[in-house]
């Protein structure tokens, strides 16, 4: 009787978060044969992380205590830590708690029983933890999750989303005014921008295979600052966006930096500081997927 092959074991802890990470990890059906998972609350019924775990996926952000606890005690019984997402990388949307008058309105609950102690603002995974592999994006797409596990020393993925979009630019298609997200009649194979778009593509980080821009919506920067920028602060980031729209359109350069700071993109786009310039140790373009 042959034996039966011991397949590498991994574990999903999820913090605060929505769990979009893990649905599209789901569907990445092709680790089903090849990995086995030991951990994770949404889809297998154990309390711990085993402490013979190989390799430990962590998504969502450090929001409260229980974070903090959970956090900890998992990363010291596995051999690799990966930060999976946007809230793992940056706070996400639980970072939206950051504001001040939501965290009044929430200290301010008396009544509030059994509920984990908020901590004054929400943290990535790196600010209590050191992390092997940081794999971006809201969430990220099922063949990042394989490439993650399987090994992203194989993985070939295009510098940015604009490099992988493939859509035509245009010398003569100059727009004067940015349209809103939801407006106007998108023509496919026709660069976003030259069809006045916010798009950041350009200067995001490759590997989504342009999953959003193909199809005709404008790239919001969920995988964050491709290699070019990601070890520089960012300001640089937002020059270069600059520069792409002053080359691409007529568009007043005023009029692109205030959407560039708007509220509608600062979920993603503030998060392009975090890499440098969030007080801890610069994330190395190595080290992220």
Not at 223 to 242: H, M, T
Request: aromatic residues 6%.
């Amino acid at each position: 009787m042959s034996e039966k092959k011991t397949l590498p074991s991994f574990a999903v802890l999820q913090l605060s978060g929505c769990a979009g990470c893990e649905v599209s990890l789901i569907n990445a059906s092709e680790w089903v044969d090849k990995y086995q998972l030991v951990y994770m609350p949404l889809v297998v019924s154990t309390h711990t992380v085993p402490d013979d775990t190989e390799i430990l996926l962590v998504s969502g952000g450090v929001r409260n205590d229980e974070d903090v606890y959970n956090l900890r005690r998992s990363t010291e019984l596995v051999d690799q830590v990966i930060a999976v997402g946007t809230c793992a990388i940056s706070g996400g949307v639980a970072n939206l708690g950051d504001r001040d008058e939501v965290r009044a309105m929430f200290t301010a609950q008396d009544n509030r029983h059994h509920l984990p102690h908020l901590l004054p603002k929400s943290h990535p995974v790196d600010a209590f933890v050191d992390v092997d592999l940081y794999l971006p994006g809201c969430p990220p797409t099922p063949e990042l999750f394989m490439a993650a596990l399987s090994g992203p020393q194989d993985y070939q993925a295009g510098s940015t989303v604009c490099v992988e979009c493939g859509r035509e630019k245009l010398k003569e298609m100059r727009p004067k005014h940015l349209l809103g997200f939801q407006q106007g009649e998108v023509t496919p194979d026709i660069c976003l921008i030259n069809q006045g778009y916010l798009c950041v593509g350009s200067s995001t980080r490759g590997g989504c295979r342009a999953i959003c821009t193909i199809p005709g919506h404008p790239c919001v920067g969920c995988r964050g600052p491709s290699n070019a920028y990601i070890e520089k602060e960012s300001q640089v980031w937002f020059d270069r966006v600059q520069k792409v729209f002053e080359r691409l359109t007529d568009i007043p350069p005023d009029e692109i930096n205030r959407a560039l700071h708007s509220p509608q993109l600062s979920l993603f786009l503030f998060q392009f500081a975090d890499y440098l310039d969030g007080g801890r140790p610069p994330r190395l373009k190595e080290k992220v997927l």
